[in-house]
């Protein structure tokens, strides 16, 4: 009866079929597909096609390969990647080096292209619900003006495309517009979403009215800076003064202070518009609670989702490796991979607890270098001896306590006798030793703490803040200090150490902007800004040009102690430190100021008779 049954059910559905497909016969149009004019007719089609665009993003800044270790923030730690090749300055149009999809032209313009899109189609949309158009076009001018800018800060003054090409144009090669002309094309297009999503409620992860300003603000602050002003960077590098087309990189005209009055204005209307985690104190909170506070706003949680103004969200459900920055990054001796590895350049620039600096020459910060430092410190890096998760049951006996282990220390064996416990976190641990950290660090900030989050093998929720709320405070605080308005500047700067347990800044002059760009450097630290920043501010050969270092750290037992299992212990163990510079063969960083732009790419130039290449390529 059963078999009966199914025959007769199989028999009833293919009947159905048969006579669809008979009705249906006519109709070509491809399953998988839908048209154009279905897509623009129907709202929820359009907002699919508008939410595409966003995939520009990638997987913002956690990609296995970060845009850190083409600074002095971080190495990478795997060979034969290219990202050699940029920063030894081997960069050429046939060869860029490391380029991820968030940089390359063909990418970004592919994107604008999709913007272009559905800006020309939202201009007079097909469907009834304006309110639903005009929240897309905002989207979409802010989508085009985010890929713009993202080829304005790599390559500078690129070809304006407003509209999508058509099959049959008479010529699809452009010029290059001047930086002037792309800037002004960006903030146009950011002003006009900031006025189409004013108001409205945007769904974690999607433009806003704030992530406009936030990004005109960043913009705005670039065009204002030393590489961009054609006089002041012709001053500094040879190879923009031999430029024939410093137009296309810098201004050649107007007031450099109103672009500084135009930065200010533009970070003080996203400071107006919306606030962060923790800001308005008056004093510092305690070392603890300022480790706990930059946690927060790095993971943004418990009061740091408000950190964000624009992330890119990844969610354990769709395994994305922006949800792999644990294992990307996680030490060897968690079954981690290591990739980028503070360096020693980044670490040292992390302030002491009373603001003074650190320093090698003292002898209480040599033989103590973890001790009572800026709570950055600790809550970005994993250093030898901090406090981490539980290793694996595999390894737990050799470390019960789930210690970072990045150097060389005598234990005692069974026999009484003293041997070399090599740390399990170097590249003579027994665990995975090929993946262990050269610098003797290895990055802590965007990675999970919570024990039950394997790195190994879980993917993470931590979002990648595009836009954040803190950003625009350090450049309005900037666009301050340009303006010799510094008691504003330093109120609003201390704000953000009170918030992590720093005392105020109370220098003037020349002093307060360097310690403002050490502030920029470790509250950002790993958020793409450094790469961007040395370089606007030229100062890029005294940083970048700068050979990698790292620590080696080795540990002896004190007279009459013995310990089997290591731990971190200074009551058993004399420590001692010693900085050491990356061997050239690994990594031999080499500044020219070629390096300030990316080249175009060879095939861009080949396809494009009308592009200039940028200069010292």
Known sequence: MKLINKTFLFIFIAGLISVSCNHDFLDTRPLGEVSESSVWADPALADAFVTGIYQGFGNGGFDEQMLASLTDEAIFTHPGRGINTITESRSNPADIGWVNNTIWWGNMYSR?????????????????????????????????AYYYHQLMRYYGGVPIVDRPYELGEETYSAPRNTFEEVVDFIVSDLDESATLLAG?????????????????????????????????????SPDMAAYGNIELLAYTSGSRAERWQRAQAAAKAVLDLTTGNGMGLTEPVSHEEGIQNYMNNSLARN???????????????????????????????YNNWAGNTPVQLLVDDYEMMDGTE?????????????????????????????????????????????????????????????????????????????????????????????????????????????????????????????LGQEEEARNWLNQIRFRVGMPAITDSGDALRDRYRNERRVEMAYEEQRYHDVR?????????????????????????????????????????????????????RTWLDKMYYLPIHRDEINRNENLIQNPGY
């Open 112 to 144: 604008i292209r999709a913007a272009n899109i559905a800006i020309s189609k939202l201009s007079e949309p097909e469907f009834t619900d304006q309110d639903a158009a005009d929240r897309l076009m905002g989207e979409a001018k802010f989508l085009r």
């Open 200 to 236: 409205r409620a945007m769904a974690n992860g999607r433009a806003s009215q704030a992530a406009a300003l936030a990004l005109k603000s960043r913009v705005l602050l670039y065009a204002a800076s030393d590489l961009h002003d054609a006089p002041t960077a012709q001053a500094k």
């Open 303 to 333: 009061g740091g989702e408000s950190e964000i103004i624009l992330g890119r969200y990844f969610i354990n459900a769709k395994q994305e490796n922006g949800g792999r920055q644990g294992l990307f990054n996680g030490p060897n001796g």
């Open 358 to 482: 650190f320093s090698w020459e003292d002898e209480e910060h040599s033989s103590n270098p973890y001790e009572n430092r800026d709570p950055r410190f600790y809550a970005s890096i994993l250093y030898d001896g901090a406090q981490w998760k539980p290793r694996s049951s595999a390894n737990q006996p050799r470390d019960p306590l789930g210690q970072i282990q990045t150097g060389t220390y005598e234990v005692t064996n069974s026999s009484g006798e003293v041997e070399t416990h090599f740390g399990l976190d170097t590249r003579n641990s027994p665990i995975e030793d090929w993946n262990g950290s050269y610098t003797g660090y290895y990055i802590r900030k965007f990675i999970d703490p919570d024990p039950a989050i394997v790195d190994q093998n879980t993917w993470q929720e931590v979002p990648w803040p595009i836009l954040r709320y803190t950003e625009a405070v350090l450049n309005y605080v900037e666009a301050s200090i340009e």
């Open 536 to 588: 606007r501010w030229m100062i890029a050969p005294e940083t970048l040009g700068r050979q990698a270092n790292g620590i080696n750290i080795t540990g002896t037992l004190k007279p009459g102690k013995s310990v089997s299992v290591y731990r971190y212990d200074p009551e058993s163990y004399d420590y001692v430190y010693e900085v050491i510079d990356m061997d050239p063969g690994k990594e031999n």
